[in-house]
């Protein structure tokens, strides 16, 4: 499974960004997807996952009710809508693909995509 994020850029506080992951491979409709993220001198953190049917999410409490997570099957890709963006939402975005249900963990994650910056200023 190969994936390709994109869709990070500056923005300033209060305003949106949609980041893309898009996924080619073997059965990759098969998978869960998740969004992570890792800030300046931070770990990574978990933002957000997607089952492999589109039917069940799951976020970090620090996004919920701002950022949401969708898939497109017939793109292979998957969405990470962010909204009400804040400078704490500055970081490298990663999408990730996972044979387990909606994991946090990120090492339960197998595939993982290049980062995308997002950059939220004050």
């Known amino acids: 499974v190969q994936l390709q994020a994109s869709g990070g850029g500056s923005v300033q506080a209060g305003g949106s960004l949609r980041l893309s992951c898009v996924a080619s491979?073997?059965?990759?409709?098969?998978?869960?997807m998740g969004w992570f993220r890792q800030g300046p001198g931070k770990e990574r953190e978990f933002v957000a996952a997607i089952s492999w049917s589109g039917g069940s999410t799951i976020s970090a409490d620090s996004v919920q009710g701002r950022f949401t997570i969708s898939r497109d099957y017939a793109k292979n890709t998957v969405y990470l809508q962010m909204n009400s963006l804040k400078p704490e939402d500055t970081a490298v975005y990663y999408c990730?693909?996972?044979?387990?249900?909606?994991?946090?963990?990120?090492?339960?994650?197998?595939?993982w995509g290049q980062g995308t910056l997002v950059t939220v200023s004050s």
């Open positions: 491979g073997h059965r990759v409709s098969h998978f869960d």
């Open positions: 990730a693909a996972s044979s387990l249900r909606l994991v946090r963990s990120s090492r339960h994650y197998q595939h």
